[in-house]
């Protein structure tokens, strides 16, 4: 509030009449807030208040016959108008008018778009090289030149556009596509092998020779499709040669695995007590972050939102404002209800699902139960589990008979 009246002005007020407490109370009617009142006779008293709601009175003074008189002023409106004729007072605003029109020469900001494989630290790099770097003269940078450097150091880029709006640098790439790579043909033989210990549960060959078959029990490593096919005379009785291939099917291996997750019954609870926000500025570097030194001595989760000041959306201040939004919290003991542990048991075995169904692998069925052993909560049993084989190996060609 201190801030609010230090901008806007407040004044001291000096109030006679005889219904001082009418008065009071419909300056609380009309929500006119006075500070500060303290009682100087029988009927008088003197209060602050903003120096907008003065104009607010005149109601209240005409229903209760009190009468006003200001005796001081303060805020920065009333010291403007106070300095507005000095020639120190207008010599610094023309010195802080010729300070913005000077920084507003300068880069602040560099925006990079329709990039994709040159990452922003490398251009930025390359961009400092060619001193088209934050805090350099716009005046500087001939646009169509690092355009020309652009297109000549990065053979992907096959075009690319650079231009000064404001205070910001503005580069918009385009890059040529690139198609995936298709997958060469490897050379010699190459064996589809399995991805785990288990049981062959599916096999299904396109190109190839099976080494195993369904229901067989495998070792990680062991050769599910051999690379090689062979090739027999004639008479289809005797193989004349092995033409090497690269291996290729749908092979499941199965396996059980135990699963096990545990939980503490005891855990300490987050209690909020308080949010605090406050702002502040950061220039070349240098952030003024006071204010945190002050806050209480409580733990606390800090957020931060920063952005750059901005003047008619195009010029960049050489100013960032940073917003904090402090939580501030205590942590209390608490235990887990046998509800609320299985429901964080099952949902980190849905995560534990999700994060293996990435990799391909399936839970085609599972004998999991939540037990609790003294002051621990825990999910026990085994899962079965679908592994696709889709590791290829160099493998060798068998000799022929």
Same mark, same amino acid.
Request: proline share 3%; charged share 30%.
């Given at each position: 509030?201190?801030?609010?009246?230090?901008?806007?002005?407040?004044? /001291?007020?000096?109030? !006679?009449? /005889? =219904?001082?407490?009418?008065?009071? +109370?419909?300056?609380? !009617?009309?929500?006119?807030?006075?500070?500060?009142?303290?009682? =100087?006779?029988?009927?008088?008293?003197?209060?602050?208040?903003?120096?907008?709601?003065?104009?607010?009175?005149?109601?209240? #003074?005409?229903?209760?016959?009190?009468?006003?008189?200001?005796?001081?002023?303060?805020?920065?409106?009333?010291?403007?108008?106070?300095?507005?004729?000095?020639?120190?007072?207008?010599?610094?605003?023309?010195?802080?008018?010729?300070?913005?029109?000077?920084?507003?020469?300068?880069?602040?900001?560099?925006?990079?778009?329709?990039?994709?494989? #040159?990452?922003?630290?490398?251009?930025?790099?390359?961009?400092?090289?060619?001193?088209?770097?934050?805090?350099? +003269?716009?005046?500087?940078?001939? &646009?169509?030149?690092?355009? =020309?450097?652009?297109?000549?150091?990065?053979?992907?880029?096959?075009? !690319?556009?650079?231009?000064?709006?404001? !205070?910001?640098?503005?580069?918009?790439?385009?890059?040529?596509?690139?198609?995936?790579?298709?997958?060469?043909?490897?050379?010699?033989?190459?064996?589809?092998?399995?991805?785990?210990?288990?049981?062959?549960?599916?096999?299904?060959?396109?190109?190839?020779?099976?080494?195993?078959?369904?229901?067989?029990?495998?070792?990680?490593?062991?050769?599910?499709?051999?690379?090689?096919?062979?090739?027999?005379?004639?008479?289809?009785?005797?193989?004349?040669?092995?033409? @090497?291939?690269?291996?290729?099917?749908?092979?499941?291996?199965?396996?059980?695995?135990?699963?096990?997750?545990?939980?503490?019954?005891?855990?300490?609870?987050?209690?909020?007590?308080?949010?605090?926000?406050?702002?502040?500025?950061? &220039?070349?570097?240098?952030?003024?972050?006071?204010? +945190?030194?002050?806050?209480?001595?409580?733990?606390?989760?800090?957020?931060?939102?920063?952005?750059?000041?901005?003047?008619?959306?195009?010029?960049?201040?050489?100013?960032?404002?940073?917003?904090?939004?402090?939580?501030?919290?205590?942590?209390?003991?608490?235990?887990?209800?046998?509800?609320?542990?299985?429901?964080?048991?099952?949902?980190?075995?849905?995560?534990?699902?999700?994060?293996?169904?990435?990799?391909?692998?399936?839970?085609?069925?599972?004998?999991?139960?939540?037990?609790?052993?003294?002051?621990?909560?825990?999910?026990?049993?085994?899962?079965?589990?679908?592994? @696709?084989?889709?590791?290829? +190996?160099?493998?060798?060609? @068998?000799?022929?008979?």
């Amino acid at each position: 509030m201190s801030i609010f009246l230090s901008l806007f002005g407040s004044v /001291k007020v000096n109030l !006679t009449g /005889k =219904e001082i407490s009418r008065f009071l +109370r419909l300056c609380s !009617t009309y929500r006119i807030f006075l500070f500060d009142i303290s009682s =100087e006779g029988a009927d008088e008293i003197s209060f602050f208040m903003s120096a907008r709601d003065v104009f607010r009175l005149r109601p209240v #003074l005409r229903k209760t016959g009190c009468r006003l008189r200001i005796c001081q002023r303060r805020g920065a409106p009333f010291f403007f108008l106070r300095y507005r004729w000095k020639i120190a007072f207008r010599g610094s605003i023309l010195c802080a008018f010729l300070l913005f029109w000077y920084l507003t020469g300068f880069i602040w900001s560099v925006h990079l778009s329709g990039n994709s494989y #040159l990452t922003e630290e490398y251009m930025r790099a390359f961009l400092e090289e060619r001193q088209a770097y934050i805090g350099c +003269r716009a005046g500087r940078i001939d &646009t169509v030149a690092l355009e =020309e450097q652009i297109l000549e150091a990065f053979p992907e880029v096959i075009w !690319t556009s650079v231009y000064i709006k404001g !205070t910001s640098l503005h580069i918009t790439l385009k890059e040529q596509i690139r198609l995936a790579e298709e997958q060469e043909e490897r050379p010699g033989v190459q064996d589809l092998i399995a991805p785990a210990d288990g049981k062959v549960a599916e096999i299904f060959v396109r190109s190839g020779t099976a080494a195993v078959a369904q229901g067989d029990e495998v070792k990680k490593g062991d050769v599910l499709i051999h690379g090689w096919v062979p090739v027999y005379d004639d008479m289809e009785t005797l193989v004349k040669h092995y033409d @090497p291939v690269a291996a290729d099917g749908d092979v499941l291996i199965e396996r059980r695995q135990p699963y096990r997750e545990q939980l503490d019954a005891a855990y300490q609870k987050k209690q909020w007590t308080e949010t605090l926000r406050y702002v502040t500025f950061e &220039t070349a570097g240098v952030n003024a972050d006071l204010i +945190r030194y002050f806050l209480p001595d409580e733990k606390r989760v800090v957020f931060c939102e920063t952005r750059p000041l901005r003047l008619f959306h195009s010029i960049v201040l050489p100013l960032t404002q940073n917003r904090y939004e402090a939580r501030l919290y205590r942590l209390k003991p608490q235990t887990y209800s046998r509800s609320e542990a299985e429901e964080i048991l099952l949902r980190r075995y849905r995560q534990f699902a999700k994060k293996i169904g990435k990799k391909g692998v399936q839970i085609t069925d599972k004998n999991v139960i939540i037990l609790r052993k003294g002051n621990v909560y825990s999910m026990e049993g085994d899962v079965l589990l679908r592994y @696709p084989a889709k590791e290829l +190996r160099a493998g060798t060609v @068998p000799d022929v008979e």
